[in-house]
């Protein structure tokens, strides 16, 4: 599957969890769906595979889902 350029999302924090970030940037609906995303395999965290919607994302991360990339830019 093709992916698609890397959007950047910026936070005026430092950090933000894999699972609020997932809704953020619009690669998941809901919490729901980034809990679905994250069981399913269908998320990475620069390039390798995440299922913990806890996890700490921090300035520069990219994460993926299907295709679509977003950048965390945290101005913390």
Known sequence: MPTSP???VEITDQTIRLGQFL??????????HARELLEDGAVTVNGRAESRRGRQLVDGDVVAVDGQRARLAAHG
Do not use: F, P, Q, S
């Open 6 to 8: 890397i959007r950047t």
């Open 23 to 32: 809704k953020l940037a619009d690669l998941a609906e809901d919490g729901t």
